[in-house]
Structure formats: C-alpha cells, structure tokens
Nanobody, 122 residues
C-alpha cells in the first residue's frame, strides 16, 4: 500500500505560480513511477505530467514549458511547480503512483491522493 497526500493548492491570479507537493508513505517511494492528474468541474480526469523512478518525465502539451515535475526520494515527496498559470489550469490536482515506468493513462495508476484544489483567477 502507498498512501498519498497532496498539499499546496490555492487561489492564484493568472500568470502566478504555485508548487504542489505529494507526500508518500508506505512502500518504497523510489520504486514507483508518479504522476499528476487534474480534473476540472464537469470534465474527465486528465493527465498532466509523470516521472519515472529513474527521473525521466513526460508532460501533457497544455503544460509543457510551464509546469515542472520533480521528486525527492529521500523525503518521499513528489512536486509540481506550476508557473505562468492560466484560468484553464483551474482543477483539482491529484498525485498517483504505479509500479514500473510512468504512464499517461489514469487506469494504469493504482494509488491516488485525495486531491488539492487549484483555482486561477483571470
């Protein structure tokens, strides 16, 4: 079992920045690929970015160049640095974990956090 707890969400103006954190406990964090997903009201959960246990990463096109995923295996923590935020980034952001390499598919992830709200005002 892996327990995930997100934090760092909030209200920010367009163009601003936020850093989300995801604290993991349970199994060995460094063995898991981690992902960030988001879900806006009335929309399906969508992939944002993911990082492998080796540090390789991938991003969805809408966030490329603005968001950066990172992990600190010593602290069992995943991060998402979000810059140049736009109103369309408003959503609940979830972190997720899976064994093996990263994936952009929600169904490939076994463990999920409870989510943290990010609201970007125009």
């Amino acid at each position: 079992q892996v327990q995930l707890v997100e934090s760092g969400g909030g209200l920010v103006q367009a163009g601003g920045s936020l850093r989300l954190s995801c604290a993991a406990s349970g199994r060995t964090f460094s063995n898991y690929a981690m992902g960030w997903f988001r879900q806006a009201p009335g929309k399906e959960r969508e992939f944002v970015t993911a990082i492998s246990y080796t540090g390789g990463s991938t991003y969805a096109d809408p966030v490329k160049g603005r968001f950066t995923i990172s992990r600190d295996n010593a602290k069992n923590t995943l991060y998402l640095q979000m810059n140049s935020l736009k109103p369309e980034d408003t959503a609940v952001y979830y972190c997720a974990a899976r064994w093996g390499y990263y994936s952009a598919n929600t169904e490939d992830y076994v463990y999920w956090g409870q989510g943290t709200q990010v609201t970007v005002s125009s």
